[in-house]
């Protein structure tokens, strides 16, 4: 190991041992009876852990149960005398061999540039601070953004953090560079800093630790959303480091309850109590990125402009029940058992619309295997159902962006093992398709279900609705002309949006919300809302090149 890896090595062995120290002080595990369970998901925190144990700063009371003596623990760093002795306790052989594969791969791959490695440092603080609704704090996450604006020497004045006062948790970011002609509409920088909720025992790593590995970034909102939140941050950041006087404001919204609309949505809310902290001409938000295919290989870039319509429906079905030794062919768990296995081998019918004619047109010519079949379903008015088929079957995005979609996505029934159940509920999910209503969508489910028994109701308050923004020149053309230069040869794609995202409620409101990342993503979705959410590391640091080139071409327009 040469002495500037050696150097390395010793730098990533203290951060570790800085995140046990700062996670069992975190827990309040500073003494015997506080002790808490920890077990570092990485060889090099795990060594730094052996490491603390044998010193005699970290207590082990028990199977994975520890606690930090602080006394020890200062005396342990007041004893280390030079870089050989830190070397020495601070690599184990395991955590050696780790430390010296990793090096060998960066051999091959670019170093960090100072900016980027800056830009990571704030990634990693946003992301490992704990956002979900059941256990996090969005107004930490925003209270620790803020402070990196303040320190970039941004007025207290344009940074701000805003909580309901019946929601404390629920903080929103907003901030302001200010423009040099008022008269020019602003800019808004919009991004949600909650996350879904992540169950730690069902994860292959932490979820709230940030972990780089074989090329990815794994975490609970390591892609959504705090790849762009983190990267609308650090824009800030570096275009107040370059002295950059935009033409027009740029502003900066970081909100809170976009992955839990139904219980609070801070978009919502700032419209109606701030909204001067999301006025503007226009928004950049999430909703589309890069598509790769299974190699790797970049496919198209996404610009969404318009969304499906997201709505939940509660279906119940009740019966008297009864003694499990006296079984009715009605049991309510098979009933209902048998209508949500109609409806996931339901679709509902396929369509097109402007937007999604075009994006199909233009994957048909980055996609030679399916190429055929793609202009087949664009080449006339009425598209080819058996290619429509086969699309729907290769790739669950062209399916969702095909037609309306609706699943079951939780089931509750019964009270004891030894009766009959005498109630069941589920919830169904549905993305409607523009165009199509609340009602229509519930109707046809209810035909699919069929069984009349099993009652239906809309579930909290309707989305809003408008019509797609427009993708005019001086939205669609500074994208393709970055893109061109970032990615030659990738086409810029309009799309929509299968999801929902803060979209809708700033279209609705006459703030035209075009979904642009320039993050491009595993045909699998990179497990967003899902198990083991994870980000190319290329991706990121191209996105964020890309995103900070296209804020200051449209922060210049006029």
């Known amino acids: 190991m040469t002495s500037g890896g050696a150097s390395a090595a010793v730098a990533v062995s203290m951060r570790a041992e800085r995140r046990i120290v700062e996670h069992l002080r975190g827990a309040g595990a500073t003494s015997a009876p506080r002790a808490t369970v920890l077990h570092p998901p990485r060889v090099v925190q795990r060594g730094a852990l052996r490491r603390l144990v044998r010193r005699g700063a970290v207590i082990e009371t028990g199977s994975e149960t520890y606690w930090l003596d602080e006394g020890a623990y200062a005396a342990f760093r007041s004893q280390r005398r030079g870089r050989a002795f830190l070397i020495l306790f601070a690599l184990g052989t395991m955590a050696v061999l780790a430390l010296a594969a990793t090096m060998a791969r960066a051999q091959t791959a670019a170093p960090l540039r100072p900016d980027q490695a800056a830009f990571r440092d704030l990634y990693e603080e946003l992301v490992e601070t704990n956002t979900t609704l059941s256990e996090g704090s969005c107004t930490l996450a925003a209270e620790r953004m803020g402070a990196r604006l303040l320190a970039a020497g941004y007025p207290a004045d344009d940074v701000r953090v805003l ?203 980055t996609s030679p295997q399916y190429a055929a079949d793609l202009r087949a379903l664009t080449a006339t008015d009425t598209p080819d159902a058996a290619a429509a088929a086969r699309l729907s079957a290769a790739n669950p995005v062209w399916n969702a962006t095909l037609r309306t979609t609706c699943i079951p996505t939780l089931i509750s029934g019964g009270h004891a093992p030894n009766a009959q159940p005498q109630r069941v509920t589920a919830n169904v999910n549905c993305r409607i398709f523009p165009g199509h209503t609340i009602e229509e969508t519930q109707a046809e489910i209810a035909r699919v279900l069929n ?40 086409p810029v794609v309009p799309t929509m949006s299968t999801g929902a995202t803060d979209g809708r409620f700033t279209n609705k409101a006459g703030i035209p919300t075009y979904g642009v990342t320039g993050m491009f993503a595993d045909p699998d979705g990179g497990g967003a809302h899902g198990l083991n959410e994870r980000i190319r590391v290329r991706s990121l640091y191209e996105g964020r090149d890309f995103l900070f080139d296209l804020v200051k071409a449209y922060a210049m327009q006029r």
């Open 163 to 365: 909580a309901p006062a019946d929601r404390p948790k629920d903080g929103n970011l907003s901030a302001v560079l200010h423009g040099t002609d008022r008269a020019a509409a602003p800019m808004l920088l919009l991004a949600h800093i909650d996350v879904v909720e992540a169950n730690r025992a069902d994860w292959t790593r932490d979820p709230f630790t940030l972990v780089e590995e074989d090329g990815y970034f794994y975490a609970r909102g390591a892609t959504d959303d705090k790849a762009q939140a983190s990267v609308w941050v650090d824009t800030l950041v570096r275009l107040k480091a370059q002295g950059f006087r935009p033409r027009r404001d740029i502003k900066l919204a970081l909100t809170c309850g976009e992955e839990t609309a139904d219980t609070w949505n801070g978009v919502e809310w700032l419209l109606r109590e701030h909204p001067d902290a999301l006025e503007a001409g226009f928004a950049l938000n999430e909703g589309a990125g890069g598509q790769l295919d299974a190699q790797g290989n970049r496919i198209a870039l996404n610009v969404q402009a318009g969304e499906k319509l997201y709505q939940d429906y509660a279906l119940e079905l009740t019966n008297p029940g009864g003694h499990s030794a006296r079984p009715r062919k009605d049991n309510a768990i098979a009933a209902m058992s048998r209508s949500l296995a109609a409806l996931g081998d339901h679709d509902f019918a396929m369509e097109l619309n402007p937007v999604t004619r075009a994006y199909f047109a233009a994957v048909a010519e």
């Open 451 to 490: 069984n009349p028994a099993i009652a239906i109701t809309t579930v909290g308050e309707p989305d809003p609705t408008s019509p797609p923004p427009p993708l005019s020149p001086a939205i669609i053309d500074p994208i393709r002309q970055i893109a061109g230069r970032i990615w030659p040869g990738v």
